[in-house]
C-alpha cells in the first residue's frame, strides 16, 4: 500500500489489512465528487475497533484503497445494530 499514509486519518496501514480482511464487513455504495462510486467498506479492526476504509473499483477484481477512517459514535452504533441485525 505505498503512499497510504496521505490519506489515512488516525487509521494505520495494519488496521486497513486487518479490516478488508475481516470476514464480517458491510459494504456501502457510497458517491464522491462528481458522482464517483465508491465502496465504503463498515467493519473493524483486529482488536475490534470499528473503522471505515473506501475503494474505488478499477475493474475486474482490482480495487484501490482512498481512505480509511476511524467511525464516529454514530457510526458505530449503526454498524453495530447491522453486526446483531446479520448475527
Known amino acids: 500500500m505505498p503512499g497510504l499514509m496521505?490519506?489515512?486519518?488516525?487509521?494505520?496501514?495494519?488496521?486497513?489489512?486487518?479490516?478488508?480482511?475481516?470476514?464480517r464487513r458491510w459494504p456501502r455504495p457510497v458517491?464522491?465528487?462528481?458522482?464517483?462510486?465508491?465502496?465504503?467498506?463498515?467493519?473493524?479492526?483486529g482488536t475490534g475497533r470499528p473503522i471505515?476504509?473506501?475503494?474505488?473499483h478499477l475493474g475486474g477484481l482490482d480495487s484501490m484503497i482512498v481512505a480509511a477512517k476511524p467511525m464516529t459514535t454514530l457510526?458505530?452504533?449503526?454498524?453495530?445494530?447491522?453486526e446483531q441485525d446479520h448475527a
Request: net charge negative.
Open 31 to 45: 458517491k464522491g465528487q462528481h458522482g464517483i462510486p465508491y465502496l465504503a467498506i463498515w467493519t473493524r479492526t
Open 6 to 23: 496521505a490519506i489515512l486519518r488516525d487509521v494505520a496501514e495494519h488496521e486497513v489489512t486487518q479490516a478488508l480482511n475481516n470476514p
Open 52 to 56: 471505515i476504509v473506501v475503494l474505488r
Open 75 to 82: 457510526e458505530a452504533a449503526q454498524l453495530e445494530q447491522w
